[in-house]
């Protein structure tokens, strides 16, 4: 299945001043669109251009790296848009949602903390992670392109926590962004659509 950068959800001027217009023309036009055309070339090399996204990212993760990074990201990314909406972020979740924030990660403030210390943890470029794995939610980091897929959990939630995501409207200072993010960004219906997914 070839590789399509999608639409962005939005308008590039909807999530400001959280996150720019210039931040998205860059990270969706530029950044996606080259995961997208490596990924597409590097699947044809590799004769797995037939298979769906996620076969792509599980089959090469540790066996052809060039493959794996860009078809993680795009991945990542598809997904990464549609977690961010104007007006997001903020305490009211779903109750399905919230009912399992509380049971598995000690309540929302809890979960606000530790996930944005994930973020704010990971060395270097990457992401910070809410999964949902043997039927319980989880907060993960991941390297580069990587993802919960390749460690047996379905990712419901994820933020990139690479420099391009945040260094125009954030410079260095990452806990900021990640902060914007939770309170400010984050789409619950699509992460709820996602966990109730993952959870069937």
């Given amino acids: 299945m070839a590789f399509e950068l999608p639409e962005l959800p939005y308008a590039y001027e909807a999530l400001q001043p959280f996150m720019s217009k210039e ?14 055309d490596n990924g597409n070339k590097l699947a044809a090399e590799a004769g797995m251009d037939g298979l769906s996204l996620e076969e792509i990212v599980k089959q090469s993760y540790g066996k052809n790296q060039g493959l794996f990074n860009n078809a ?6 598809i997904h ?3 977690w961010m909406k ?10 399905a949602l919230q009912k399992a ?13 530790d996930f ?3 973020g704010t943890t990971q060395f270097g470029s990457g992401w910070a992670w809410l999964s ?5 939610l989880e907060i993960s980091k991941t390297p580069n392109g990587e993802n919960p897929l390749v460690h047996g959990a379905s990712p419901i939630l994820g933020v990139d926590v690479w420099e391009h995501s945040y260094y125009i409207d954030y410079r260095n200072a990452r806990p900021k962004y990640l ?8 789409n619950w219906d699509y992460v709820l659509e996602m966990y109730e997914a993952a959870s069937k």
Wanted: glycine share 12%; no cysteine.
């Fill in 23 to 36: 931040t998205l023309e860059y990270h969706h036009d530029k950044h996606h669109k080259a995961y997208v």
């Fill in 72 to 77: 993680g990201q795009h991945y990542n990314h």
């Fill in 80 to 82: 990464f848009w549609k």
């Fill in 86 to 95: 104007k007006d997001g972020g903020g305490k009211s979740l779903p109750g």
């Fill in 101 to 113: 924030i509380d049971s598995d990660l000690g309540g929302y403030d809890k979960f606000r903390a």
């Fill in 116 to 118: 944005i210390n994930a």
């Fill in 132 to 136: 949902v794995k043997d039927g319980k």
């Fill in 179 to 186: 902060e914007a993010f939770v309170d400010s960004l984050i």
